[in-house]
């Protein structure tokens, strides 16, 4: 593993444990009298920690387990688009927009990778 990749995942590694921790006291900051926009802000915050996360993992990996973290990453990044900027709580026309940029991105991923494949004719394919 190349030293500066193991560098930087430690730093988001620990930058997701300080999130993770800290949570509670970054929405008792922003939003102590506010219940909703309390659990909003919290749900965000888990949301960015799982994106960091399902970045670190998909560093090195490959082939169609990465296309997978990478839908997951879109969907969960579009969730927290929505919430922060538009403050929706329920399937817009803007989620059904993001669903399907995040489909169509897999899917020329696959047909990538397919095209690959049949290039090089390997069996790991």
Request: one cysteine or more; proline letters at 0%.
């Amino acid at each position: 593993m190349n030293i500066q990749i193991k560098t930087y995942k430690v730093i988001l590694a620990s930058l997701v444990l300080l999130l993770w921790v800290s949570n509670y006291w970054i929405c008792e900051y922003f939003y102590s009298s506010s219940k909703n926009e309390w659990w909003a802000l919290n749900l965000s915050i888990y949301n960015i920690c799982i994106i960091i996360s399902l970045l670190i993992t998909s560093w090195e990996t490959t082939g169609y387990y990465k296309i997978l973290i990478e839908f997951i990453t879109g969907l969960i990044i579009a969730s927290v688009i929505d919430r922060v900027f538009s403050s929706t709580k329920t399937y817009t026309l803007s989620d059904l927009t993001m669903i399907f940029i995040n489909i169509t991105y897999a899917l020329y991923n696959i047909i990538k990778i397919k095209k690959k494949c049949l290039t090089k004719l390997t069996k790991n394919c």
